[in-house]
């Protein structure tokens, strides 16, 4: 398993569990009205092209899990399994109730799965190759300098973490960017079409922004909310070192 996400090995995922869960789930209801329905053709041919489904649904998730523990390198094409993760996740919310948890619960538990899973590939990616996306919100509400697009107005006041991370990327030659929204946030992967992108927000716009860049890795960093969600949040500085580490090519 990948060290980017060492600390959450001992908790059980609760993605992971809901994802076997809807694909037996499935193939229950699938098998129930494949028998009620055999007599009619049309019925069958719907059935089998949902046992097909299914099937791809569950092997991927199977494969997926395989490969975060280290006992296999293969998953399906990252668009696919995009696709699928999205499929599953929709499909799992109804099951939160079922396992007496939160869809919030759900949500963070995903975004550190995708995380491991991404992880998994200890793959290695030059400075030029990796985008880090930060969110509006972290900046102190009290400071009067925009940092949007613009990292080098920050006057390192030490109210938020901007300086900490300006520092970081001084360092390692990546490039961050602090943003206000996902649409400023797809425009920027189109123009410089990274690799690999480092994403701080809290879940539900981190799981919104990965499946809207199928074709590019994410890894997620959930957002510190002392103050509440969208002001003053915080950033895991190093968790965010961590990641950039283990990322980059030495």
């Known amino acids: 398993m990948s060290d980017l996400t060492s600390k959450n090995k001992k908790k059980t995922n609760l993605y992971a569990i809901s994802g076997v869960l809807v694909s037996f789930f499935l193939a229950g209801c699938n098998y129930l009205i494949f028998l009620g329905l055999q007599s009619s053709p049309g019925f069958i041919f719907t059935s089998l092209f949902l046992q097909l489904v299914i099937l791809l649904l569950f092997a991927n998730h199977i494969l997926n899990m395989l490969k975060i523990a280290g006992y296999s390198k293969f998953v399906f094409p ?6 699928l993760n999205n499929v599953m996740l929709n499909a799992s919310y109804f099951f939160v109730l079922f396992l007496m948890t939160s869809k919030e619960r759900l949500e963070h538990d995903f975004v550190e ?8 590939n200890k793959l290695k990616y030059a400075a030029g190759e990796i985008l880090i996306l930060l969110p509006r919100c972290m900046q102190n509400s009290e400071c009067k300098y925009n940092v949007v697009n613009n990292m080098e107005n920050c006057t390192s006041c030490g109210k938020c973490d901007v300086k900490t991370i300006r520092e970081i990327i001084k360092e390692t030659g990546v490039k961050a960017v602090v943003v206000t929204g996902g649409t400023q946030a797809r425009a920027l992967v189109k123009k410089n079409n990274p690799k690999i992108i480092i994403a701080v927000a809290c879940e539900r716009e981190l799981i919104s ?5 199928p074709n590019c890795e994410v890894i997620g960093l959930i957002n510190e909310r002392p103050e509440g969600p969208c002001f003053n949040t915080r950033v895991s500085v190093a968790e965010l070192s961590a990641t950039l580490n283990t990322l980059m090519k030495k």
């Open 113 to 120: 799965f995708n995380a491991e899973l991404t992880g998994a």
């Open 209 to 213: 922004g990965m499946f809207d860049v």
């Open 78 to 83: 990252l668009k696919i399994n995009r696709m």
